[in-house]
C-alpha cells in the first residue's frame, strides 16, 4: 500500500511499519506472506506504534491498514508461541492516555482509549482477529475488493475477545448474530450497507480518498475536540441519557474556554482556515 504525498519518517519494523507525513500517522500490519495475521510479536508492535503516534504532537490522525492484498486474515494460530490460554485472557496491554476505563484495556479493545481519531483503511481480505481490530477503529474505508467474515463459528470457535459486543453496537443485534452465526463471507458493498464500513473505494483510489479524508479531519479540526468528541461516544454505551448529557455540559464549560474554541471562533468570523494549538 502506497502512501499519498510521499511519507516523511519512515520506520520499517518487522512486522509493523510506522510513518508521518503531515499530520496523519500511518501504521501498516507487514506480514503480507500470511495476510497479515497476527501473532504475539506483530500485536506489541502495533500496540507500540499506535501509543507512538498518540504520543506525537505531529500526529493528529493515524491510519491502520495492511501491507499486500490483505488487510488482516486473523490470528496465527501457531504464532502465538504455545502460550498458556489463561495468559492470553488476562494479559493487559499498555493504556493509552484519554480513557482509563476498563472495558477499553483489555488485550484488543485499546483503539477506544486512544486519544486520536483512528481510521481504518481495509485494502483487502478482513476476518476473525483482523475483523476485531478493524471495528474497534473508529472509522472504517474499504476496497471495492475486499471480504469480510467473523470465521469464529466455522473454525469451532466462539466470538472472540468483545467481537460480539463490539459488531453488535456497529450493525445492529440481528445482523451481528447473521455474521457471527453464519461466518460467512460479505462482501464490501454490503458491508457498506450494514454500516460495518462506512465507505468503499476502488482499491486503486482507496489510498488517496482515505489520506484526504484524513488530512481534512486533521488540518480543519482541532485535536482537543476530536480527543473529547470520542471520549464521548465511547463512554456513551455505559451511560444514561441523562448522563450522557451531564458529561457534554460539563465539556461544553470547559471547551469554551479553551484557545481552540476561540481560535476557531475567530476563524469562522474571519472566514479563514483555523490554527489549532491545543493537543
Not at 500496540?47 to 501491507?67: F, K, Q, S
Not at 471495528?135 to 468483545?162: H, M, N, Q
Not at 489520506?211 to 479531519?217: L, W
Request: hydrophobic letters at 45%; glycine letters at 8%.
Amino acid at each position: 500500500m502506497m502512501l499519498t504525498g510521499g511519507a516523511a519518517s519512515v520506520t520499517t519494523g518487522d512486522l509493523v511499519l510506522y510513518a508521518v507525513d503531515d499530520l496523519v500517522a500511518t501504521v501498516t500490519l507487514n506480514r503480507p506472506d500470511r495476510m497479515n495475521a497476527l501473532n504475539d510479536a506483530m500485536i506489541e508492535q502495533l500496540w507500540a506504534a499506535v501509543g507512538r503516534a498518540c504520543a506525537d504532537p505531529e500526529v493528529r490522525v493515524v491510519v491502520l491498514t495492511g501491507a499486500g492484498r490483505a488487510f488482516c486474515a486473523g490470528g496465527d494460530v501457531g504464532g502465538f508461541g504455545g502460550q498458556d490460554p489463561h495468559h492470553l485472557l488476562t494479559k493487559m496491554a499498555r493504556p493509552f492516555d484519554m480513557n482509563r476505563r476498563a472495558d477499553y484495556q483489555t488485550r484488543h479493545s485499546l483503539f477506544p482509549a486512544a486519544p486520536k481519531p483512528i481510521v481504518g483503511m481495509l485494502n483487502g481480505a478482513t476476518a476473525g482477529l483482523g475483523l476485531l481490530y478493524a471495528l474497534f477503529c473508529d472509522i472504517r474505508f474499504a476496497a471495492s475488493e475486499a471480504v469480510f467474515t467473523t470465521a469464529f463459528a466455522k473454525l469451532g470457535l466462539t466470538a472472540e475477545y468483545g467481537t460480539a459486543w463490539i459488531l453488535a453496537r456497529i450493525v445492529g443485534q440481528a445482523n451481528a448474530l447473521d455474521l457471527l452465526l453464519s461466518a460467512r463471507r460479505v462482501p464490501a458493498e454490503e458491508a457498506q450497507r450494514l454500516g460495518l464500513v462506512n465507505r468503499v473505494y476502488p482499491l486503486s483510489t482507496l489510498s488517496e480518498n482515505t489520506y484526504a479524508y484524513a488530512r481534512q479531519m486533521a488540518r480543519d479540526c482541532s485535536p482537543r475536540s476530536l480527543r473529547v468528541i470520542k471520549e464521548q461516544v465511547y463512554e456513551a454505551p455505559f451511560q444514561t441519557l441523562a448522563e450522557a448529557v451531564a458529561m457534554a455540559n460539563r465539556d461544553m464549560l470547559v471547551t469554551n474556554m479553551s484557545d481552540d474554541f476561540k481560535e476557531g471562533y475567530r476563524a469562522f468570523l474571519e472566514k479563514r482556515p483555523p490554527r489549532f494549538v491545543e493537543r
